[in-house]
């Protein structure tokens, strides 16, 4: 059964950094392009970052970023712990939003994350 569990979430004050984890069980992530996306208060979807399948030894893949947090988010995964990462720095009040790692039509429960004084 494919499981994507996303944590990492919580307050932080605007410059400030977070690391979301999504730890994904009943497949290896190795094999997937994997996305990252974030639902804001009031709004829809915003696909945020996405890390393609890992070439033969799991570490490759292209990675993309929305223009809105390109040089302040990191996607990455750790083929041997089997998570998904995202990085945040430069945290502005605009990222505030709920966090979501999916993998094609499945996502996890989603990680809080606020940004604020």
């Known amino acids: 059964q494919v499981q994507l569990v996303e944590s990492g979430g919580g307050l932080v004050q605007p410059g400030g950094s977070l690391k979301l984890s999504c730890a994904a069980s009943?497949?290896?992530?190795?094999?997937?392009?994997m996305d990252w996306i974030r639902q804001a208060p009031g709004k829809g979807d915003e696909w945020v970052a996405t890390?393609?399948?890992?070439?033969?030894?799991?570490?490759?893949?292209?990675?993309n970023y929305a223009e809105s947090v390109e040089d302040r988010f990191t996607i990455y995964r750790d083929i041997t712990k089997n998570i998904l990462y995202l990085q945040l720095t430069s945290l502005k009040p605009e990222d505030t939003a709920i966090y979501y790692c999916?993998?094609?039509?499945?996502r996890g429960q989603g990680t809080q994350v606020t940004v604020s004084l």
């Open positions: 999916q993998r094609g039509s499945t």
């Open positions: 009943g497949f290896a992530i190795r094999f997937y392009t």
């Open positions: 890390i393609t399948e890992g070439g033969v030894t799991g570490n490759g893949g292209e990675r």
